[in-house]
């Protein structure tokens, strides 16, 4: 999979600097997820993650100065999150796409933006070659690259941009595009890149649970084999199991998601139904 920074997604879209600083902390955040949740050594992904970036294009950009004047702490986050954690790389020095070919972003307002010679160009240019791998383009807020008429039928919070090379719609490409953390956890998970942990994993050890049929709040109800209690996932939370005794009519206990657990109190056991 690789992630590229869309430096095109900086045009002057900020007139005060709390807006760059923004900018900055969301790009940053998304990263940062990235980085300290599936690149680390827990990790729950199949496959290497690359990121890269141009550079050259970002020092001959507004952004230099911009950024030179942002807060201190912001920018020591940006630099640690985006270019260093995430071992950025410059695309230029390993580039696809020749610089005689056109390439083409088609907005909503029908302008025509050149974008040859780009990150965004060059995201084409490996999607045509490598149809089969995963590709996504990294922007900046208030873009003109994640706009309403491009939301991506699929994913919520991410867009689909349309790339035209060399003025053929032959070479018509739809880029995965983003700008936020919660997009792109849901671009991972749809990709199946990243993966929800299992939750109910300590119920399936089969030398202490054995499963029912017995089904409760759409989950399966486990049986303990040493004292009969049966337990269920709370699936409103999400961050516990529901305990009851042998005869399934009474809630006696909670239990964490590592298996341990302890007697419920009144309130707890309150409104809980039986389960046979």
Not at 1 to 7: G, L
Request: charged residues 30%; proline residues 3%.
């Amino acid at each position: 999979m690789e992630i590229f920074i869309n430096e095109r997604s900086l045009h002057g879209q900020y007139y005060e600097k709390i807006e760059f600083e923004k900018s900055l902390m969301i790009l940053e955040s998304i990263f940062y997820f990235i980085n300290e949740t599936v690149k680390s050594e827990n990790k729950r992904i199949f496959g290497d993650i690359s990121v890269f970036v141009d550079y050259e294009a970002i020092r001959g950009s507004n952004f230099f100065s911009a950024f030179k004047n942002s807060n201190p702490q912001i920018r020591q986050n940006f630099r640690d999150s985006v270019f260093i954690k995430s071992g950025a790389k410059n695309w230029t020095s390993e580039q696809v796409h020749s610089h005689e070919d056109k390439f083409l972003y088609l907005s909503p307002d029908e302008d025509i933006h050149d974008i040859s010679n780009t990150s965004i160009a060059e995201v084409t240019e490996r999607t045509l070659q490598n149809p089969n791998n995963n590709y996504l383009l990294v922007n900046f807020i208030n873009s003109i690259f994640c706009v309403e008429n491009f939301q991506h039928p699929d994913i919520h919070e991410c867009f689909s941009i349309p790339i035209v090379k060399n003025d053929t719609e032959e070479f018509l490409i739809k880029l995965d595009s983003l700008d936020n953390k919660s997009a792109i956890e849901n671009w991972l998970r749809e990709k199946q890149i990243l993966k929800d942990p299992d939750l109910e994993d300590c119920l399936k050890d089969t030398t202490r649970f054995e499963k029912t049929s017995i089904i409760c709040q759409g989950r399966s109800v486990y049986r303990e084999i040493s004292t009969q209690y049966f337990w269920y996932l709370d699936n409103l939370h999400k961050s516990h199991f529901e305990i009851f005794d042998p005869t399934g009519k009474h809630h006696i206990r909670l239990g964490d998601l590592e298996g341990n657990s302890r007697e419920s109190t009144k309130k707890e056991r309150k409104g809980k139904k039986p389960i046979i």
